[in-house]
């Protein structure tokens, strides 16, 4: 398995503003679709928003117009930039595959807490 590393989450006020990052080795070599889930205890990961190499990106209706999905392939890092936080916005996020070969399924990490506060 190939680990990612996340990094960027914290606590933020509602209406604030959060970047996240996530450095995967390989997914620019191995053409992989990436995403970012975010997952609340007790509840099932959720997706947020996806990147593909050849559609582009897709949004949750719940982030739409509040979030944007980014890459840079250069450094294998992918981003995601949280504006307008609301409170239902607390969770873990976490990046991994979600489009190609099964190499681009082997990510795992442990991904970076949101806190967003009222």
């Known amino acids: 398995r190939v680990q990612v590393k996340e990094s960027g989450g914290g606590s933020a006020q509602a209406g604030g503003s959060l970047r996240l990052s996530c450095t995967a080795p390989?997914?620019?070599?191995?053409?992989?679709?990436m995403g970012w889930f975010r997952q609340v205890p007790g509840k099932s990961r959720q997706w947020v928003a996806s990147i593909h190499p050849t559609t582009g990106t897709n949004y949750a209706d719940s982030v739409k117009g509040r979030f944007t999905i980014s890459e840079d392939k250069a450094t294998d890092t992918l981003y995601l930039q949280m504006n307008s936080l609301e409170p239902e916005d607390t969770a873990t996020y976490s990046c991994s595959g979600t489009w190609g070969t099964s190499w681009c399924y082997d990510y795992w990490g442990l991904g970076t807490q949101v806190t967003v506060s009222s």
């Open positions: 390989g997914f620019t070599s191995h053409n992989c679709g």
